[in-house]
């Protein structure tokens, strides 16, 4: 069982930034593809962005692209979103996921365990 716990959300102004944490509790964590999804008020989950077992591939839902970036720290057990250039329309609860293979890393289904959520809000 995987424990995952988000941290660093908060309520910014749109053009702020925010840096959100995964810590795992998994000491393999690197055999682990990790993902950061989020759901606004009354809307499903949706795919944020997600990065390899190695950290050596990365993929972004298209309204992030050049405004968050995801890393992760194999030695640390972590993976962050930094997120730039925020917008009124990022408003969501944001969860980190973890899944065992890197395949697919845009489906929720795929992933195994989930983390229990940060709330971030972005006033205009």
């Known amino acids: 069982q995987v424990q995952l716990v988000e941290s660093g959300g908060g309520l910014v102004q749109a053009g702020g930034s925010l840096r959100l944490s995964c810590a795992a509790s998994?000491?393999?964590?690197?055999?682990?593809?990790m993902g950061w999804f989020r759901q606004a008020p009354g809307k499903e989950r949706e795919f944020v962005a997600a990065?390899?077992?190695?950290?050596?591939?990365?993929s972004y839902l298209d309204s992030v692209k050049g405004r968050f970036t995801i890393s992760r720290d194999n030695a640390k057990n972590t993976v962050d979103l930094q997120m730039n250039n925020l917008k009124p329309e990022d408003t969501a609860v944001y969860y980190c996921?973890?899944?065992?293979?890197?395949?697919?890393?845009?489906?929720?289904?795929?992933?195994?365990?989930w983390g229990q959520g940060t709330q971030v809000t972005v006033s205009s």
């Open positions: 996921a973890a899944k065992y293979s890197d395949w697919g890393p845009r489906s929720s289904g795929t992933y195994a365990f």
């Open positions: 998994e000491r393999t964590f690197s055999g682990f593809a």
């Open positions: 990065i390899t077992r190695r950290g050596d591939d990365t």
